[in-house]
C-alpha cells in the first residue's frame, strides 16, 4: 500500500496558476506510476496526468495539454502539478493516484484525498 497526502488547490481566476502537490508514503519503491484525475458536479471521473516513477515518461489528457505540467522528485516522494491558464472547465475535485506495483504484471491504485479546484469565470 502507498499512502498520498495531496495539498493544493483553491479558488483562482480564470487565466491564472494553481499547483497541486501530492507527498507518497509507505511502499513507495513499488510505485509505477503518479498522477491525478478530476471529477467535476455531474461528471464521471476523467484522467489528467500522470508520470513514470522509475523513467522520464509523462502522459496528459488533451484538455490539459500545454496548459498543465506534471513533475516528480523522487528524493521527497512527491509529485506536483503546475496548472497554468486555468479555465472554468477545470473546475473539479482532483485527487492523486498511485498505480502499485504488488506483482509482475499485477498493479493495484491506491488514492490520496481529493482536493477542490474552482476557477471562476
Known amino acids: 500500500q502507498v499512502q498520498l497526502v495531496g495539498s493544493g488547490g483553491g479558488l483562482v481566476q480564470a487565466g491564472g496558476s494553481l499547483r497541486l502537490s501530492c507527498t507518497a508514503s509507505g511502499r513507495t519503491l513499488s510505485i509505477y506510476r503518479l498522477g491525478w484525475f478530476r471529477q467535476a458536479p455531474g461528471k464521471e471521473r476523467e484522467f489528467v496526468a500522470s508520470i513514470r516513477w522509475s523513467i522520464d515518461s509523462t502522459a496528459y489528457a488533451d484538455s490539459v495539454k500545454g496548459r498543465f505540467t506534471i513533475s516528480k522528485d523522487i528524493a521527497k516522494n512527491t509529485v506536483s502539478l503546475q496548472m497554468n491558464n486555468l479555465k472554468p472547465e477545470d473546475t473539479a475535485v482532483y485527487s492523486c493516484?498511485?498505480?502499485?506495483?504488488?506483482?509482475?504484471?499485477?498493479?493495484?491504485?491506491?488514492w490520496g484525498q481529493g482536493t477542490q479546484v474552482t476557477v471562476s469565470s
Open positions: 493516484t498511485a498505480e502499485v506495483i504488488v506483482s509482475v504484471g499485477s498493479n493495484i491504485r491506491n
